[in-house]
């Protein structure tokens, strides 16, 4: 089976403390994405990752940051959370090419208080 | 404003009731994937059209792409409790980034 995993499902931080959301994908796949879910818009890009130590902004990149020093694992870094950053967090990854699916993790529930 | 716009955001029916979400964009695209997310779960994929005009079936949900490949639809007949969740069409954009649309949430009573 293959799997995404997201290190945590529920995470309760206070304003100004540095979050890191871990995620990693035990298929082998070039594409690694972190998107924000909010009610009524959908998944929102934040960044993506097409290979090791390669990033790209996507939508909504703002107050965050990514990390991809290994293939199989990607981080989202939330530099000085802000109650505005309170969401659900989901990782997903994808292979080469331009029909292939996306998996997600179950997501990460972020609260910031 | 986003790139893929869906229609309606909210759909609440009887069981056994047919229904059509819409996904719509100005952009043409290559191909357009389907997914529904359950509650508490990651979204999960459920059909890549890939052909202008081009209409897939699985079992009751029936998925089109529309003939100039900018738009496209899904309709879901004799819809049961178990098709209950958030119905997102999603693109590939640029390289290798895959866009999502607003989504639809679909409730259907017993």
């Known amino acids: 089976d293959v799997k995404v995993t997201q290190s945590s499902r529920y995470l309760v931080k206070r304003t100004g403390e540095k979050v890191f959301l871990e995620c990693v994908q035990d298929m082998d796949h070039e594409n690694m994405f972190w998107y924000r879910q909010d009610p009524g818009l959908g998944l929102r890009l934040i960044y993506f990752?097409?290979?090791?130590?390669?990033?790209e902004k996507g939508d909504i990149p703002e107050g965050y940051s990514v990390s991809r020093e290994k293939k199989e694992r990607f981080s989202l870094i939330l530099e000085s959370a802000s109650t505005n950053q309170t969401s659900m967090y989901l990782c997903a990854s994808r292979p080469s090419g331009q029909n292939t699916e996306a998996f997600f993790g179950q997501g990460t529930r972020l609260t910031v208080v | 404003t986003q790139l893929l716009e869906q229609s309606p955001q909210f759909l609440s029916i009887q069981e056994g009731e047919n229904l059509t979400v819409y996904c719509n964009s100005s952009?043409?695209?290559?191909?357009l994937q389907w997914y529904r997310q359950e509650p508490g779960e990651g979204p999960v994929l459920l059909v890549t059209?890939?052909?202008?005009?081009e209409v897939k079936k699985l079992k009751r949900l029936t998925f089109q792409f529309g003939d100039a490949r900018k738009d496209s639809s899904l309709h879901i007949t004799a819809a049961q409790p178990g098709d209950t969740g958030l119905y997102l069409c999603?693109?590939?954009?640029?390289?290798?980034?895959?866009?999502f649309g607003s989504g639809t949430r679909l409730q259907v009573q017993p």
């Open positions: 059209v890939v052909t202008g005009g």
């Open positions: 999603a693109a590939v954009l640029g390289r290798r980034a895959l866009t």
């Open positions: 990752s097409y290979d090791v130590k390669m990033k």
């Open positions: 952009s043409v695209f290559s191909s």
